[in-house]
């Protein structure tokens, strides 16, 4: 994860330097409605994680525009480290890799409401808009109990050790007295008993807009994500917290359309390119 903020930090700085050194180019021949909404989808690499997150924008100004917005995040803890027991690997080849001491998967979704401004406007059509975006909203983490299939017991056999297993939280390693963890159980088991943490978030970002097209959206975003929860969220055994940060960076497409022109009239003009 160190790895991946590094990413970030460097492709920020990448992404920013060329505005410091555009020259005018040959101008574009497209020009955004006076007034339009965006669609746009995208995907995100976090420093915690992964998700996927929809847009909708309304132009206010020229410079101005408001957003609302859906993320879907898979949550994940610094400290995880995938493990294999490789004594029962060695002859059950159905063991797989766990995370050790990992007490919840947490899956988290976000809906929220902001503002972005254009802050370096395109000058040709090979130029870079750039924009300063600030939203903020409510979280809901999905916290879903990981269970591991552990040793209950060992009896001889025949001459042979045989082995009596069954699921267990990672509490159960301490305190219930099992012997040793085989492999993680099936991701089902533990469904039922999933619990969700409300909370707000505040999300601040730099977008680079790079489509040539006026009418559409290509940005790379770099920005981060603060989470507050009402109650503690726990992905790691015995370490819940409340608050949680992480630096993200995402790609999103969309498509700028005027909503007074007719949406068949629209889907007509995209058949035709323009």
Not at 46 to 63: H, K
Not at 222 to 237: A, C, E, L, Q, S
Request: charged share 25%; aromatic share 18%; net charge positive.
């Amino acid at each position: 994860m160190a790895v991946i903020r590094k990413i970030i930090v460097f492709l920020f700085f990448a992404l920013l330097l060329p505005v410091t050194f555009y020259a005018q180019g040959e101008l574009s021949d497209s020009r955004e409605s006076l007034r339009y909404n965006i669609n746009q989808f995208g995907a995100k690499v976090n420093s915690d994680g992964f998700g996927l997150v929809y847009t909708f924008a309304q132009r206010v100004t020229y410079r101005l525009r408001r957003n609302y917005e859906v993320e879907y995040d898979y949550i994940k803890s610094l400290k995880e480290v995938k493990v294999i027991n490789s004594y029962f690997s060695s002859y059950n080849s159905s063991v797989k890799r766990f995370i050790l001491g990992k007490e919840n998967s947490v899956h988290n979704i976000r809906m929220g409401y902001g503002y972005n401004w254009m802050i370096f406007e395109k000058r040709d059509k090979k130029s870079v808009s750039i924009h300063l975006q600030a939203n903020a909203g409510f979280s809901f983490a999905f916290e879903k109990p990981i269970y591991y299939v552990m040793v209950d017991s060992m009896y001889m056999l025949n001459g042979d050790v045989n082995y009596v297993c069954s699921d267990h939280k990672f509490e159960d390693y301490y305190t219930n007295g099992v012997y040793d963890i085989v492999t993680k159980s099936p991701y089902r088991v533990g469904l039922n008993e999933t619990k969700i943490r409300p909370g707000n978030y505040l999300k601040l970002d730099f977008s680079f807009d790079f489509a040539q097209d006026a009418m559409l959206v290509s940005a790379i975003e770099v920005g981060v994500i603060v989470d507050f929860y009402y109650k503690p969220v726990t992905i790691m055994y015995n370490q819940p917290h409340n608050f949680q940060w992480s630096l993200y960076l995402a790609y999103q497409y969309g498509r700028k359309y005027n909503p007074s022109i007719n949406r068949d009239y629209r889907r007509e003009q995209r058949k035709l390119g323009r």
